[in-house]
């Protein structure tokens, strides 16, 4: 925020009010960020932690900072310099030696409320209360993972809605959540249940046909929780009797199901899979595309003309080559994933290589939880840099959450989120796989570094 900003331009789209206020805050970072070492909040009553290491990523500019020294004040980063650590008195000092810390990494595309091998026939004994409890032990996989930040992306019964209040509480450990409740879709599509026979008449809660019931289905799924709005614009992998090559809502339903939710401050991810899906919702204005498995050349002109995010969701292309066989999945999707894969593979590497604009979402829950890492390697697999990487886990997804004034990066203000490893994942990506220390919020959950007490072995 720089100095000579005026609230005049802003007046028509904020309350002048928050201009203000908005203005003299910019004011404050700034003089904030010419003190160095000058500790900003109430460092008596807030507990103090200093962390130490050997590097620090920084995603605006993809370089490491050498010998960084991070000062937390609560659950926020106080300060960030480098060299010897200044001397609080009463403050914690963790001292990572030579690894490289990274701010906590974001999953945009989770399904935190079911497990690889629940789908299928299985997933209708599930209950909407197992549903939230195996959100809970899949939160605690993800965070330890050193996933501080999720979007989660479909969940029956407002099960997300439930985990991310849980964790918003306190009551059990998870990564931070933005949750979108049932994904809207047409009937007997991706986001339909069509396991049942007609004389069951059942319907998925997202179900909605029609400008109108597209509009009213927003409505009701912001009422009850959503942060953001998932739909199906395409057929899927996992369901039953339909098709990925072709495309499910109208442009129109489209259009007006994206306006709605902007209007009610709600950005959009779309599942899509065909090119015409993907096209039509880029024109409707959707704020990303998941998988977008046949993205064309238009569709790549398309998506960078309207800055839409790509969510390219590759590790689950890799591990299902090496273990769907295991997996005793339903005869359709092992036919649609022959297709899939290969299509996947060499249409995200085009995407890359064009510049598309990529955020990391990793579809956990069609693979076991806690194996997001995975995503780092793949996307460099296709193609991206480690940096490049490393840039759509953190910044990039911050920027599609809306997010980009609180997580994302090591910086004044930001909630005290970060991860570290040893070694440098610049030059071995694989490292991120498995990371040795995780903080979110201040509070350390996974310390295999210097070995102090973290939260979840408390717990
Ligand atoms: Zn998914």
């Not at 997001?372 to 953190?394: C, D, I, K, R, Y």
């Amino acid at each position: 925020m720089g100095v000579g900003i005026s609230c005049y331009g802003w007046i028509r789209r904020v309350p002048f009010a928050a201009c203000v206020l908005l203005f003299f805050f910019g004011i404050a970072s700034i003089a904030n960020s010419f003190a160095q070492n000058t500790f900003v909040g109430d460092i008596k009553s807030a507990p103090t932690v200093v962390v130490r290491a050997g590097r620090l990523f920084e995603p605006a500019t993809g370089r490491m900072l050498e010998r960084p020294v991070i000062v937390i004040v609560g659950n926020k980063i106080n300060a960030v310099s480098n060299g010897n650590p200044p001397s609080i008195s009463g403050a914690t000092l963790i001292d990572l030696g030579d690894a490289t810390l990274l701010p906590g990494f974001i999953d945009v595309h989770t399904h935190l409320t079911f497990d690889a091998g629940s789908g299928g026939y299985e997933s209708l004994g599930v209950s909407t209360p197992r549903a939230a409890l195996i959100g809970a032990k899949n939160a605690r996989l993800t965070l330890l993972a050193g996933f501080t930040t999720v979007r989660n992306v479909g969940a029956e019964g407002y099960a997300d809605v439930a985990l991310r209040d849980a964790i918003n509480a306190g009551d059990v450990i998870g990564p931070r959540m933005q949750v979108s409740g049932p994904p809207l879709g047409i009937t007997g599509g991706h986001c339909d249940n069509s396991l049942l026979p007609f004389e069951f008449h059942h319907s998925a809660e997202g179900v909605a046909d029609g400008p109108e019931a597209v509009m009213h289905r927003v409505r009701e799924v912001i009422k009850y929780g959503a942060d953001v709005v998932k739909f199906c614009a395409s057929g899927g992998v996992f369901s039953k009797g339909d098709n990925p090559l072709l495309e499910q809502y109208s442009p129109e339903e489209m259009k007006v199901l994206i306006e709605e939710s902007h209007r009610l401050g709600r950005k959009v991810a779309t599942h899509a899979h065909s090119a015409i899906s993907i096209k039509d919702a880029v024109r409707a204005g959707v704020d990303s595309i998941e998988h977008g498995i046949f993205l064309d050349d238009e569709g790549i002109a398309l998506m960078k003309g309207h800055h839409t995010f790509l969510v390219p969701t590759s590790y689950p292309l890799f591990w299902f080559e090496e273990h769907a066989s295991e997996m005793h999945l339903p005869p359709w999707v092992m036919e649609k994933s022959a297709v899939i894969i290969p299509a996947a593979k060499k249409n995200m590497a085009k995407a890359f290589r064009a510049g598309v604009r990529v955020a990391l979402g990793t579809d956990a829950g069609v693979y076991p939880h806690g194996q997001n890492g995975g995503e780092f390697w793949s996307m460099v697999e296709l193609g991206l840099t480690p940096t490049q990487a490393l840039q759509s886990g953190t910044v990039n997804a911050a920027e599609l959450m809306g997010w980009s004034d609180r997580i994302g990066a090591i910086r004044e203000g930001m909630f005290a989120d970060m991860v570290a490893v040893k070694g440098d994942p610049l030059s071995d990506i694989r490292l991120l796989q498995h990371v040795q220390f995780v903080m979110k919020d201040g509070v350390v959950y996974s310390n295999e570094i210097s070995g102090a007490n973290s939260a979840a072995q408390a717990r």
